[in-house]
């Protein structure tokens, strides 16, 4: 598959699970991040068809980072 995906999560060991069940079905292009502050900034330096993001994390949590994403037009 061509998409482009985003795994953010503060856990490596999720992060790992995540990114092996993607690739088990057919993704290649996975871009990982540790938390929201990383994953908005990996958002903005290249696109992403599917963001994947867990909900409770430092700096900043899954909700804000859906929010910001959003609001920069993309959705």
Do not use: C, H, Y
Not at 32 to 37: L, Q, T
Not at 43 to 71: C, H, S, Y
């Amino acid at each position: 598959m061509s998409s482009k995906v985003l795994v953010v999560d503060d856990s490596g060991t999720m992060r790992k699970i995540i990114i092996r069940s993607l690739l088990a079905a057919g993704f290649t292009d996975i871009v990982e991040a540790g938390d929201g502050v990383e994953g908005l900034a990996a958002f903005q330096a290249g696109m992403f068809d599917l963001v994947m993001t867990d909900w409770n994390m430092p700096n900043k949590n899954g909700l804000e980072l859906t929010r910001e994403i959003r609001a920069t037009g993309s959705q």
